[in-house]
């Protein structure tokens, strides 16, 4: 099974339509799975639609002066908002 840090490679290559389900605790490392909302896969937890998980590294990368992050960053910006329902902010 794929890890977060797997699924992020390419985020923008993730239908839209669907979640990002992962296993607990999250880390880049969880296996994940991305799926219909109503069928998460066994073991996994709900962690974030897509489309949000998109929406959350355009933010990363607004306040950041547009770059892009690497997977680690999506993965840490993505677990962050999952558990917060936050940005991540710019450490400095």
């Keep these: 099974m794929p890890t977060l840090l797997d699924l992020l490679q390419s985020p923008e290559e993730l239908p839209a339509e669907a979640v990002i389900y992962a296993a607990e605790p999250w880390t880049a490392a969880s296996d994940a799975a ?17 489309e949000l998980a998109h929406d959350v590294l355009e933010v990363w990368s ?29 450490q400095r």
């Design 34 to 50: 991305v799926a219909a909302f109503d069928a998460p896969p066994p073991g996994l937890a709900y962690l974030l639609e897509v």
């Design 62 to 90: 607004s306040w950041r002066d547009g770059s892009r992050p690497n997977p680690s960053e999506r993965c840490q910006a993505v677990i962050h908002y999952a558990e917060h329902d936050a940005y991540l902010d710019v």
